[in-house]
C-alpha cells in the first residue's frame, strides 16, 4: 500500500533515471501496422473504421483549410485515448494526469490556431473580442473579458483533462483500499464495495475515453473560428 494517495501520480522511475518518455512512447508500439493486403484483420479493420469515423465528424463543420489538421488532431485523440487506458491497468503510470504534460499538449496547439486566425483573417479574429452590437461604455470592459477567456482556453484543456483523470484515479484507491479494509470485518460491505468499485472502473474506462474527444473537439472548435 502506498503512503499517499498522491503517490500515484508522481513520475516513476528506475534507477534515478524518469520514465516518462518510455510511458509516452509506449502507445505508439501496440498500435498495429497497416498492411499491403486487400483485406485487413479485425483489429486493423475496426481501428480504419474509427479513424475514419471520427476525423468526418471533428472535420465535417470545417472548411477545406482546416483540414490540413486531420493527421495531427486524429493522432493525438489515439495517444491521448491510450495514455488514459493504459493507465487504469495495476501497477502502471498516467502520464495525463501531469498539468505540465497538458498544457504542453494545449498551449502550442492553441496558439497556432491564434496565429494562423491573426495571419489569415485578422479583422475576422479580432472581432471575436467585440460582439456586435454592443454599446459604448461596455467597450472596453468586454475587450477585456474577452481577451482574458481567449487565453484562459489552454489552461482550461490542460486543468480539465488533468483534474478529470486525477479525480478518477483516486476515488478508485479510494474505494479498493475501504474494500480491502472491510473484507475481514464486514464481507457483505466490503462485496458491495466491490461491485461499486467494478461499476467506478467501466465509468472510468468511458471518462478516459471521453475527456481525450472533448480535448480534441475543443481544439478543432478553436481553428473553426481562425480558418
Do not use: C
Given at each position: 500500500?502506498?503512503?499517499?494517495?498522491?503517490?500515484?501520480?508522481?513520475?516513476?522511475?528506475?534507477?534515478?533515471?524518469?520514465?516518462?518518455?518510455?510511458?509516452?512512447?509506449?502507445?505508439?508500439?501496440?498500435?498495429?501496422?497497416?498492411?499491403?493486403?486487400?483485406?485487413?484483420?479485425?483489429?486493423?479493420?475496426?481501428?480504419?473504421?474509427?479513424?475514419?469515423?471520427f476525423t468526418q465528424q471533428i472535420f465535417q463543420p470545417i472548411n477545406l483549410g482546416g483540414h490540413k489538421w486531420a493527421?495531427?488532431?486524429?493522432?493525438?485523440?489515439?495517444?491521448?485515448?491510450?495514455?488514459?487506458?493504459?493507465?487504469?491497468?495495476?501497477?502502471?503510470?498516467?502520464?495525463?494526469?501531469?498539468?505540465?504534460?497538458?498544457?504542453?499538449?494545449?498551449?502550442?496547439?492553441?496558439?497556432?490556431?491564434?496565429?494562423?486566425?491573426?495571419?489569415?483573417?485578422?479583422?475576422?479574429?479580432?472581432?471575436?473580442?467585440?460582439?456586435?452590437?454592443?454599446?459604448?461604455?461596455?467597450?472596453?470592459?468586454?475587450?477585456?473579458?474577452?481577451?482574458?477567456?481567449?487565453?484562459?482556453?489552454?489552461?482550461?484543456?490542460?486543468?480539465?483533462?488533468?483534474?478529470?483523470?486525477?479525480?478518477?484515479?483516486?476515488?478508485?484507491?479510494?474505494?479498493?483500499?475501504?474494500?480491502?479494509?472491510?473484507?475481514?470485518?464486514?464481507?457483505?460491505?466490503?462485496?458491495?464495495?466491490?461491485?461499486?468499485?467494478?461499476?467506478?472502473?467501466?465509468?472510468?474506462?468511458?471518462?478516459?475515453?471521453?475527456?481525450?474527444?472533448?480535448?480534441?473537439?475543443?481544439?478543432?472548435?478553436?481553428?473553426?473560428?481562425?480558418?
Amino acid at each position: 500500500m502506498t503512503l499517499s494517495f498522491f503517490d500515484q501520480f508522481m513520475s516513476p522511475t528506475l534507477l534515478g533515471i524518469p520514465l516518462m518518455a518510455l510511458a509516452l512512447s509506449l502507445p505508439w508500439i501496440l498500435f498495429p501496422k497497416p498492411t499491403t493486403r486487400w483485406l485487413n484483420n479485425r483489429l486493423l479493420t475496426i481501428q480504419g473504421w474509427f479513424i475514419n469515423s471520427f476525423t468526418q465528424q471533428i472535420f465535417q463543420p470545417i472548411n477545406l483549410g482546416g483540414h490540413k489538421w486531420a493527421t495531427l488532431l486524429t493522432s493525438l485523440m489515439l495517444f491521448l485515448i491510450t495514455l488514459n487506458m493504459l493507465g487504469l491497468l495495476p501497477y502502471t503510470f498516467t502520464p495525463t494526469t501531469q498539468l505540465s504534460l497538458n498544457m504542453a499538449f494545449a498551449v502550442p496547439l492553441w496558439l497556432a490556431t491564434v496565429i494562423i486566425g491573426m495571419r489569415n483573417q485578422p479583422t475576422h479574429a479580432l472581432g471575436h473580442l467585440l460582439p456586435e452590437g454592443t454599446p459604448t461604455l461596455l467597450i472596453p470592459i468586454l475587450i477585456i473579458i474577452e481577451t482574458i477567456s481567449l487565453f484562459i482556453r489552454p489552461l482550461a484543456l490542460g486543468v480539465r483533462l488533468t483534474a478529470n483523470l486525477t479525480a478518477g484515479h483516486l476515488l478508485i484507491q479510494l474505494i479498493a483500499t475501504a474494500a480491502f479494509v472491510l473484507l475481514p470485518l464486514m464481507p457483505t460491505v466490503a462485496l458491495l464495495t466491490s461491485i461499486l468499485l467494478f461499476l467506478l472502473t467501466l465509468l472510468e474506462v468511458a471518462v478516459a475515453m471521453i475527456q481525450a474527444y472533448v480535448f480534441v473537439l475543443l481544439l478543432s472548435l478553436y481553428l473553426q473560428e481562425n480558418v
